[in-house]
């Protein structure tokens, strides 16, 4: 496991870009795991400037999102779709249908789950790279503490923490939906590497957790002491109590 601090936010997306615009470079037609919430916008920022300055090209990669709100569809501009559009995939030169997430307004949440579940199963040598953020409980996409690591797209009760700490992007707390699909702990540990951000002093306690307590379920975020190629990313204040 490999980390390195950044003496701001800023620093962190720079390097972060620097490693996701180095596999790009290298593999044109890679798969990246992507996230959503306020920690990879500089980097998706910085990758789209590249873009635009014609250094980088997303014309051939694909991409799959950790998860998505239940309920929840493109024409909202809460869901993780319209987030990605908004804050990504339409400031860059990739095709939307290269792109993927969870689809919240589905019928069946079962077969959906499946679907999700074999499309990244299909993958050979599944995703290049995997982007994460982490909750202040330590969820890892919405893979919520828990007493058992769930490999596999499942629909999740979302924990109070993460409700309260996702009602600032809603008008008030109720507005969040209580459940959501998210991508298992399997495709994050089977990506060739996982690159995961973390800034700001409220995620100084999960991050020692993270990289220097127990591995457990309780801890989703822990599991990546076990990754072969996991590199961590955090600010001074975030790294403070390592
Ligand atoms: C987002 C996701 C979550 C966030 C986490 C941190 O797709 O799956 O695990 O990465 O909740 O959110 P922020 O970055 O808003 O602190």
Redesign the pocket.
């Known amino acids: 496991m490999q980390l390195i601090v950044c003496d701001s936010y800023e620093e962190m997306s720079t390097k972060a870009a620097d490693i996701i615009g180095a596999l790009i470079s290298e593999k044109n037609d890679c798969t990246l795991g992507l ?6 916008v500089g980097t998706y920022r910085e990758l789209a400037r590249r873009c635009a300055q014609q250094s980088l090209s997303f014309s051939k990669v694909c991409t799959y ?3 998505e709100y239940v309920g929840l569809g493109p024409d909202s501009d809460q869901s ?1 779709v319209y987030f990605m559009r908004d804050n990504f995939f339409s400031h860059i030169d990739i095709d939307l249908s290269n792109t993927h997430l969870p689809d919240g307004l589905c019928a069946d949440i079962d077969a959906e789950c499946r679907r999700y579940s074999d499309a990244l199963a299909a993958l050979s040598g599944g995703l290049d790279l995997q982007l ?4 202040i409980n330590g ?4 893979n919520e503490p828990d007493d058992i690591f769930i490999p596999d797209t499942h629909c999740v009760e979302l924990t109070q923490s ?1 409700i309260e ?2 009602a600032r992007f809603f008008q008030t707390p109720d507005e969040v939906p209580r459940r959501a699909l ?1 991508m298992g702990v399997r495709p994050i540990m089977r990506a060739k590497t996982v690159l995961t951000l973390v800034n700001g002093a409220a995620k100084a306690p999960i991050l020692k957790q993270a990289l220097q307590g127990p591995i457990t379920p309780h801890v989703p975020v822990s599991l990546l002491q076990l990754h072969e190629n996991a590199i961590f990313i955090a600010d001074r204040e975030a790294a403070a109590l390592l």
């Open positions: 996230a959503t919430g306020s920690t990879p999102n950790l998860d993780y994460l953020g982490i909750g969820h890892i996409g919405f993460t700490a996702n998210t």
